[in-house]
């Protein structure tokens, strides 16, 4: 990171055109050839920031209440994040607005915030699917605990039970050994692994991430505050209003 912060340093001072590699690794002190090792370019050495800044608002949707929607959980995303003073400062977010601006003059920046972006979707998309199991998963609990009551309400009142009495059977059931399994067939896919994102979903995921991303970008662009009408947070949430009336049950 601390390569990143020298390089938008530099990039906000002498801007991207008069800023080399060379300057870079010079100015987080390290020699050319290392920062090579990591970076190919001079524009991919603020990728890091870019990223920072989109994992902050992922995370905090990942983080949301789990009593919150789909939908409010990305709006209370937006409200941690992209507001000043919860967690990134006003002056911090001059910055951004400058490497923003220059993404948009330079075509190799441009495609490392694209590249950030399309990521943080990817992420966010399996996100909103981890809260929409879990939500489906508690549902499917309580209704549960819900007909377990109601089966031990009617046992209560039944005549007869299998507390011990004489002449009692035994009605436990010893299941054969499973056989093992064909050497020929496939491998049982493996419960721990990430289900795919259904498709629905992932348009989901990217609608919400197009807000946001246009969002910073618009205010970018002005000379306004990052607070207030024109701030990136209110714009966020004026964008998200497009996925109010999306079925979030369907895209499961």
Not at 24 to 48: D, L, M, N
Not at 125 to 131: F, K, P, S, T
Not at 168 to 186: F, I, K, L, M, R
Not at 210 to 234: F, K, L, N, Q, Y
Request: hydrophobic share 45%; glycine share 10%.
């Amino acid at each position: 990171m601390e390569i990143a912060r020298a390089a938008a340093a530099l990039f906000v001072r002498q801007g991207l055109r008069a800023t080399r590699a060379e300057d870079i690794a010079q100015a987080a002190g390290i020699a050319p050839r290392t920062f090579y090792r990591y970076f190919a370019s001079k524009e991919e050495a603020v990728a890091p920031l870019y990223a920072a800044g989109a994992q902050r608002w992922t995370q905090a949707v990942r983080e949301a209440p789990a009593s919150l929607s789909v939908l409010e959980a990305l709006r209370h995303a937006v409200s941690e994040t992209l507001t000043p003073g919860f967690g990134v400062s006003a002056s911090a977010w001059e910055w951004v607005r400058t490497l923003i601006r220059l993404a948009d003059t330079s075509p190799a920046l441009r495609k490392v915030w694209a590249e950030v972006c399309q990521a943080e979707e990817g992420t966010l998309a399996e996100i909103l699917a981890q809260r929409l199991s879990t939500y489906a998963r508690q549902a499917a609990a309580a209704g549960e605990v819900g007909e377990g009551n109601s089966e031990e309400a009617r046992g209560a009142g039944g005549s007869g039970g299998s507390d011990g009495g004489e002449g009692t059977p035994d009605n436990v059931a010893y299941p054969d050994p499973e056989p093992d399994p064909d050497p020929g067939s496939d491998p049982a896919p493996d419960p721990a692994a990430p289900a795919p994102v259904p498709p629905r979903l992932r348009f989901a995921a990217a609608v919400a991430g197009a807000a946001i991303r246009v969002a910073v970008e618009s205010w970018a662009a002005t000379t306004g505050p990052p607070t207030g009408a024109g701030g990136p947070a209110t714009l966020a949430l004026r964008n998200l209003d497009a996925l109010t009336h999306f079925t979030w049950e369907e895209a499961d």
